[in-house]
């Protein structure tokens, strides 16, 4: 739809799966809801996509009733959120639905869609997350790879404020080291 002309993290899930990787867990707390991966996974039980994004916004997709078709019925879980959501929620959010689809899966490899538009000062996003709330939330799924003893990767996505962005990298990073 115009903002990738390929889909890292569809390839990065393929690529893991031929690797010997055979239960992918994809994570996408990106403000936006990730149509193309939901798509290429919608019927795909081995992959499982879980997303938090602004709803309804562009691109229009992502109700909680899309979750999957076919074999991949029940491995989409969308979790969409009104704009203005703040960290609270989303960390509520991250705790429970997160976790619970997560451990429940048992994936062999998990992938971050880190798209840090969620951040309350982002020029394109209508959230009201801080700083700390991402740091909250990707303190979370790392600890949730880290128990599972599982590899972790995080793919930028979005984050049109620098700043905001730099940190969220930042303190994704420090997260990872420090899980
Ligand atoms: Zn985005």
Redesign the pocket.
């Known amino acids: 739809m115009g ?1 990738c002309i390929f889909n890292n993290i569809a390839i990065g899930a393929r690529k893991a799966q031929s690797l010997g990787f055979k239960k992918v867990y994809i994570a996408d707390f ?3 809801h990730p149509n193309g991966t939901q798509h290429a996974f919608y019927e795909d039980d081995t992959v499982f996509l879980f997303s938090t994004h602004c709803y309804p916004y562009y691109p229009g997709t992502g109700a909680k009733e899309e979750i999957g078709f076919g074999k991949g019925l029940g491995y989409t879980l969308n979790v969409p959120l009104r704009a203005s959501t703040d960290d609270k929620t989303y960390i509520e959010v991250y705790e429970n639905n997160f976790i619970d689809s997560f451990k429940a899966f048992k994936p062999d490899i998990l992938l971050v869609s880190a ?1 840090y ?1 969620l951040h309350k000062d982002d020029p ?2 209508p959230m009201n997350v801080t700083s700390e709330g991402i740091k909250n939330i990707t303190n979370i799924i790392t600890k949730a790879a880290k128990e599972l003893n599982i590899s972790l990767i995080f793919t930028l ?2 984050g049109y404020n620098y700043d905001a962005t730099a940190k969220g990298i930042l303190d994704s990073i420090e997260n990872m080291v420090n899980a």
Do not use: I, K, S
């Open positions: 903002f990106d403000v936006h798209g538009d394109l996003g996505e979005g």
